[in-house]
């Protein structure tokens, strides 16, 4: 457990400015061009990171394909694979404190979450896939007489990664060990608002033993280094978390180039239907306001939407808006914090930008809905609470990303699983009941790649994670997320 002093020590060290890792070497774009680094804590300059591009991407793709060719690392055992992951698992543990903070202050993630959902997740990801090396088999197939048809598993070649600012380690973690488990090299492009820890996880693989070349990464835009990836020609698989609107336009640049596979896990507007027979209201309430407002919502499976049986709502309405009271929001770096920083100012604006719009549209605003401690510098809003959303307004069609709630009263079953189901989305979902039937049915009849069901969240790397709908297609954790970075190869052999 991370303590108070040891937090403010590690915030006072100094951060090197971060450099592209091509072939194993660190270094700047070919034209110096950098970004700024901006720190959400406090809206001052923290660093700065090598901006790249078309040059740093072709670089990246080059050394990743001959690594791969050469077989320095797909040509190893995998037991051999998973031997180097599990090093690079308990280096990542050894050092988990000062990623976590160096993290928190790239992406204003509170400490508290940021410990364990950083560092210790992608600590406990690429010690899932080191020890799931080895442990896969290819098939027989059930072939006529004198016949032997065999399904070998092969690594695609060259997996393309792009992740998000709100969690890069974590998600970070589970798409490199997946696509490394599977025998891949990987060129990796951070987003520009969080790729500190990002890059240092990197340095933490390649001093636990994998060669170079295996993984790489360029730091830069969506626009410059982000699609010069995706619409790279020797790039076999693009795997991606973020909007869907950059999700549209991987899908485009596939097409364009060379019919990569692209796997997309998207955004979500997700329901947490609460009945009136939960079994415990206070801790339901409680379960419903960590859901939306914990990381200042800025989770891809928040519980944005929150539907409740008409016959309870006012009380449950209210019960929320006592936990969310209780929640500090401040400075992530401090222990006592519940909530930490929007991750940069564009966001914090678009978020207030779609509050203004919630209440022009009908919505009735309950708490929140402004920037708070704006004489710190830095990028807070507090929870935000609308009440009898229409169910075609924005707020509840359209992600915010944000610490934002929805709620909507139903009165039935079919009532509520139409309004659930009644967007675009399918990434998670949730169903509050003592009622193990309607519970089954919930699961069944919900649209969400992930139900849970008497809580929210807690879904740990065993199981996969996938959405329906515009939430995506793919799956990231579990075993299931190796088979986006496998080939089939089918040998039929006359016996």
């Not at 909530?339 to 203004?356: F, K, R, T, Y």
């Not at 879904?459 to 939430?471: E, K, N, T, Y």
Request: with cysteine; net charge negative.
């Amino acid at each position: 457990m991370i303590d108070q002093s040891r937090i403010d020590d590690l915030r006072q060290r100094s951060v090197a400015a971060g450099l592209h890792i091509i072939g194993g070497a660190s270094g700047p774009s070919a034209d110096r061009a950098t970004l700024a680094v901006v720190s959400p804590i406090d809206g001052q300059p923290l660093t700065e990171i090598a901006a790249g591009g078309q040059t740093e991407i072709d670089r990246a793709v080059a050394a990743a394909r001959a690594a791969f060719e050469d077989g320095r690392w797909s040509g190893l055992a995998a037991t051999a694979r998973g031997r180097v992951l599990q090093k690079i698992a308990d280096a990542i543990e050894a050092e988990a404190d000062a990623l976590a903070v160096l993290g928190v202050r790239d992406n204003g993630t509170e400490i508290s979450m940021a410990r364990k959902a950083e560092p210790g997740s992608a600590a406990g990801t690429f010690h899932y896939y080191g020890e799931l090396c080895g442990k896969e088999y290819g098939e027989i197939a059930p072939t006529a007489p004198g016949t032997l048809g065999l399904v070998h598993h092969e690594p695609v070649g060259v997996v393309g990664v792009i992740v998000p600012w709100n969690f890069p380690l974590m998600i970070g973690a589970w798409k490199i060990a997946a696509a490394l488990a599977a025998g891949n090299s990987v060129v990796l492009k951070p987003a520009e608002v969080a790729s500190l820890s990002l890059l240092r996880m990197v340095e933490i693989c390649h001093e636990s033993g994998l060669p170079d070349g295996v993984l790489n990464v360029v730091t830069g835009t969506g626009e410059a280094a982000g699609a010069a990836l995706a619409r790279h020609m020797d790039v076999d698989v693009l795997a991606f978390t973020g909007s869907g609107g950059v999700g549209r336009k991987l899908l485009e640049y596939a097409a364009q180039s060379n019919l990569k596979r692209v796997y997309l896990e998207l955004g979500g507007k997700s329901p947490n239907v609460v009945f009136a027979d939960t079994p415990d209201l206070d801790r339901a309430t409680a379960v419903a306001a960590g859901g939306i407002f914990r990381n200042s919502g800025q989770v891809c499976v928040a519980g944005s939407r929150l539907l409740i049986e008409r016959s309870i709502h006012a009380e449950f309405v209210e019960r929320v808006m006592a936990h969310a009271s209780a929640m500090r929001v401040g400075d992530p770096l401090d222990l006592r914090t519940n909530a930490g920083a929007i991750a940069s100012e564009v966001q914090m604006n678009a978020i207030l930008v779609a509050c203004d719009r919630a209440v022009a549209e009908g919505a009735d605003l309950r708490m929140g809905g402004a920037r708070i401690a704006a004489e710190t510098g830095g990028f807070y809003i507090g929870p935000t609470l609308f009440d009898n959303a229409p169910q075609n307004s924005a707020l509840v069609q359209s992600e915010i990303f944000g610490p934002v709630l929805a709620v909507q009263p139903f009165d039935t079953e079919d009532e509520a699983v139409a309004l659930a189901n009644g967007t675009s989305y399918g990434l998670a979902a949730a169903v509050f009941t003592r009622d193990v039937s309607r519970a089954h049915r919930m699961v069944s009849r919900l649209r969400a790649g992930v139900v849970h069901v008497n809580t929210y969240g807690g879904a740990d790397i065993s199981v996969p994670l996938g959405g329906h709908g515009q939430s995506g297609n793919g799956h990231d954790k579990s075993p299931h997320a190796m088979d986006k970075y496998r080939n089939l190869k089918t040998a039929w052999i006359q016996l």
